[in-house]
């Protein structure tokens, strides 16, 4: 299960998402999101999903790898679809024993809720899998940038956020040696009831949180001896420029977002 968590890794390539401004796929991303919980219709889902599926079309990346980043939160999302669908009423009346009510309500809330999430976790996905993490740095400072006049740390609030998602990746495997270390010396990570295996826990936790710790202090260390003292000063190898295929994207994109404003208009309201 945790080799199927791609949260924050890159994916190499020359794709047309990959050559995107990355400030540009950074505000695409919020206005997709805002597109997704905007709409309040299948339909509208339908409209997210159509934009979704040619973004990874062009992003030439594997679905398999989209289905990996949905993988570990399925637990979730069947829990949020039972909780919607016995708890809400309203429609028609599918099934009825004692207490526990399936109505029409309750089927189209979750069946939304899912794809809703699904369609979030995908297309957020292609950020992180077709921006390399010092582009991203990059990216987010130069969007913050405004921010610097009032003495906001934009650099080493960016600096954070991109060393956070790339360690992501390396916790999740440093995580995976661990559980196989503990098995092989007879621990019983996985058998047990819920307390058994809450203290079993324990035995992972504690290395992890040590492995991190000294990671952290590594990387501190490497920092310095490179001289590193924040971006006052700081030069960069690639400056960021963007380019037509940036605006038609982002064009693209208000498009749809457009779309789904004129369908909850026409056929919400």
């Not at 398999?64 to 309203?90: Q, R």
Request: include cysteine.
């Amino acid at each position: 299960m945790l080799r199927d968590i791609t949260i924050g890794q890159f994916f190499s390539g020359n794709s047309l998402i990959h050559r995107l401004d990355p400030r540009f796929k950074i505000v695409i991303t919020f206005i997709y999101i805002l597109m997704l919980f905007t709409g309040n219709s299948i339909l509208c889902l339908a409209i997210g999903a159509v934009y979704t599926a040619a973004a990874v079309l062009l992003s030439h990346i594997p679905a398999k790898m989209f289905v990996k980043s949905v993988k570990p939160l399925m637990p979730f999302l069947l829990l949020t679809a039972v909780i919607n669908i016995f708890f809400l009423d309203g429609g028609d009346v599918y099934f009825k024993w004692h207490f526990i009510k399936i109505t029409s309500e309750g089927v189209s809330v979750s069946v939304f809720m899912i794809i809703r999430i699904i369609l979030l976790i995908a297309g957020s996905s292609l950020l992180t899998y077709t921006t390399s993490p010092i582009t991203l740095t990059d990216a987010i400072e130069r969007l913050l940038s405004p921010l610097k006049k009032i003495k906001v740390p934009v650099h080493e609030l960016a600096m954070m956020m991109s060393i956070a998602l790339r360690f992501i990746p390396t916790l999740i495997e440093e995580t995976d040696k661990i559980i196989s270390a503990q098995k092989a010396r007879g621990a019983e990570i996985d058998s047990g009831n819920f307390m058994s295996r809450a203290k079993n826990m324990i035995a992972i936790l504690v290395p992890l949180f040590v492995s991190s710790f000294r990671r952290a202090d590594e990387l501190a260390t490497a920092m310095e001896c490179r001289c590193y003292r924040g971006g006052e000063g700081r030069t960069r190898l690639r400056q960021l420029k963007s380019e037509s295929r940036d605006y038609i994207a982002l064009a693209v994109t208000l498009i749809f977002y457009a779309f789904v404003i004129a369908v909850n208009f026409l056929f919400v309201s």
